[in-house]
């Protein structure tokens, strides 16, 4: 299969799968191209023998690049939460991203709600057919 940035694939997290559709929030991710795969597993460094990982910030900068927007995330008062990305190409710790979430959007993020979303993004999105018909 060919690998498209331009589809994006609706996610919702886990802890809101079994709610009512109207309570969910549908995370849209695209996925990575190969050269950003590369470029950051070449945030794995080693270094004198031992391994040194920036994962905090390989993490960052797929979160960024991988999610393309949401519908129906609300603040801690109900009220919605724009998405805001980065015209253009952006490059972000050295890989370069075609419209890119903001820092302050991915601020905005519940913690778990992002580490769920790296994680999802950064394993290609191959969501089994069982989580595929949960998330959509």
Known sequence: MIITTKRTVPYVLRREREL???QQTTFHLRALTNSQRFSLLDMNTVQGGSASLRGGTMAQTALRIGL????????ENGSQVAY???PGKTLIHGVTA????????????????AEELVDA??????LDQVDAKKSS
Not at 68 to 75: E, F, K, M, T
Not at 106 to 112: A, D, S, V, Y
Not at 121 to 126: K, L
Request: charged content about 25%; hydrophobic content about 40%; overall charge negative.
């Open 20 to 22: 009512p559709r109207e």
């Open 68 to 75: 393309a927007g949401w519908d129906n995330l609300a603040d």
């Open 84 to 86: 805001a990305a980065t």
């Open 98 to 113: 075609d419209s890119p979430a903001t820092e302050d959007t991915i601020n905005r993020l519940p913690w778990e709600a």
């Open 121 to 126: 993004i950064m394993n290609g999105m191959t």
